[in-house]
């Protein structure tokens, strides 16, 4: 695995120079203080993975659905769990895995003892 | 054109599992096809948060129960490169041996389906009983028929032994016949090229756009299987062939499919005869104070992929993303302007995995009680019983 911490003003940079490669996953992750998101690219030889750190209040990260199409339900499961918000995807709050009714914070935020309080 | 949506599941009989598509007719032809999902998620990936290694390992076997090694072979992978460490080569060699076994089996699950979808009922009946040769194979080596539990971390449970081997060999002798009997049966029959010729194209660059895995995308001219691009396990010893079709429609998908099991018999074969002769290390608990890994394996119905991070011992994330979840996108563009009888067709053409798939909600409290669907709804979605 070929990991790089980038920035999120290089997003769309960094995005654009991958555009011919097979996105293979995006992964939210909860690091306690704030959130990151992982875009995990198929490269030559290994898995190439972009991590962008976001704040935990309001995370916003721009969509990749007009460059790579298989990325909208990626997007929409992060969305759905961790609460991520991709902006410019149109579909993004149509539920996916969640029944479309679900009121609660997003199941795979990691918990805290006084939330449930 | 009206908005009344024709529902689809998630109990239908030409569905194997449930999930629901809805579809906006116009007289027979679908004019808009939406997916709805959810119905059968697991929790899984909520439920390894915390988890220690070992007991992760048992439930990501959980996952899938057509490709059950696939899953904790990804994992384990993930843990090996924390690890770095290099697997034995008998113990390369016994996992890529299950690994194949489960495509042939998958495989003609799948095909015994798919024949069952347009009438063909032979062919499903024959099919189902030649899985069962390979069900046998698991139950006698490893001593389940589904869920193998074979893997460990840096190692196997169980060896090879000289009656298995002999056994392997008898039950290829007699699927390398019945599979050659059956390619050739699809290359004539005219009812199977009616049926699935034309239905349901998916051509390169639409695989290439829309990032596809699996069968699917050999079914239409591009390569992506992680055996020869990514080799791991026993691969880089071996010599085979990836079948990739060009027509990239039902009937190519089907192909490929046939012509690959005849491949995993092939391998099969290499992989006993050149079965090294060495000692298995016996399992022991791993320590793993802090890492991060990602993982691919060609599952039978594509690539696997895991992303593990570990902290203290403990799982502090995996994500799976299952080879159903990076293809099932294209099923509402491919029904599109499609008879409704192509439904059943088109669907399980792409052999949708829907239990790999959804296992996602966390259904537990910081009490760590799991709650059943009733109380879920009540606690989280405010509905009341």
């Not at chain 1, 339900?73 to 609460?83: C, I, N, R, V």
């Not at chain 2, 999930?19 to 032809?29: A, H, P, Q, S, V």
């Not at chain 2, 439920?47 to 696939?70: D, N």
């Not at chain 2, 460990?152 to 599979?179: A, N, W």
Request: aromatic share 10%.
């Amino acid at each position: 695995m070929k990991l790089k911490k980038l920035n999120l003003k290089d997003f769309r940079k960094e995005m654009e120079a991958r555009k011919n490669k097979r996105l293979i996953a995006i992964a939210g992750v909860d690091e306690g203080k704030n959130l990151s998101v992982y875009y995990h690219f198929d490269d030559e030889d290994d898995v190439e993975t972009l991590k962008f750190t976001l704040a935990k209040d309001n995370p916003k990260i721009p969509t990749i659905v007009f460059e790579f199409p298989s990325a909208e339900l990626y997007e929409k499961e992060t969305h759905d769990f961790f609460g991520i918000e991709f902006e410019g995807n149109p579909n993004i709050h149509e539920k996916l895995f969640l029944p479309e009714n679900f009121k609660g914070r997003p199941p795979l935020l990691k918990k805290r003892g006084d939330e449930y309080a | 054109m009206h908005d009344f949506y024709l529902p689809i599941g998630p109990i239908n009989p030409s569905l194997k599992e449930p999930t629901c598509i809805k579809l906006n007719l116009d007289g027979n032809i679908i004019k808009i096809a939406k997916l709805q999902l959810g119905y059968t998620h697991k929790g899984i990936e909520g439920l390894l948060e915390g988890k220690k290694i070992e007991q992760a390992l048992y439930i990501v076997q959980r996952i899938c129960g057509i490709c059950s090694f696939c899953h904790s072979n990804g994992f384990n992978q993930s843990i090996e490169k924390m690890l770095n460490y290099d697997a034995p080569k008998r113990v390369k060699f016994i996992r890529t041996l299950i690994a194949e076994l489960e495509r042939i089996q998958s495989h003609s699950l799948w095909m015994g389906f798919m024949f069952h979808e347009f009438g063909f009922e032979t062919m499903f009946q024959s099919l189902l009983r030649d899985r069962e040769y390979i069900l046998e194979i698991f139950e006698k080596v490893t001593g389940g028929r589904i869920h193998h539990a074979i893997n460990k971390p840096k190692t196997v449970r169980y060896d090879l032994r000289e009656q298995d081997i002999k056994f392997i060999l008898e039950r290829m002798k007699i699927l390398e016949k019945e599979f050659t009997k059956y390619l050739d049966i699809v290359k004539k029959d005219k009812i199977t090229k009616k049926r699935l010729e034309n239905v349901g194209i998916i051509s390169k660059q639409m695989a290439k756009r829309y990032c596809l895995v699996r069968p699917i995308a050999r079914a239409s001219g591009l390569n992506n299987d992680i055996r020869q691009k990514h080799p791991y396990d026993a691969y880089p010893y071996l010599d085979f062939d990836v079948m990739v079709n060009r027509t990239g429609d039902a009937y190519a998908r089907l192909g490929v499919r046939l012509m690959e099991i005849l491949e995993s018999i092939k391998i099969i074969r290499q992989l006993i005869h050149n079965l090294p002769d060495e000692k298995i290390p016996d399992p022991k608990l791993v320590f793993i104070k802090e890492g991060v890994a990602t993982s691919q394996v060609e599952a039978p119905r594509g690539e696997n992929f895991y992303f593990t991070i570990v902290k203290e011992n403990r799982i502090d994330r995996v994500k799976i993303r299952t080879p159903t979840f990076a293809v099932i996108n294209i099923l509402p563009i491919l029904l599109e302007n499609r008879p409704i009888g192509d439904v059943p067709v088109i669907l399980h053409s792409l052999d949708p995995c829907f239990s790999c798939m959804e296992r996602i909600i966390i259904v537990k409290d910081n009490k760590t009680e799991v709650l059943n669907e009733d109380a879920f709804l009540h606690k989280y979605c405010g509905l009341h019983h």
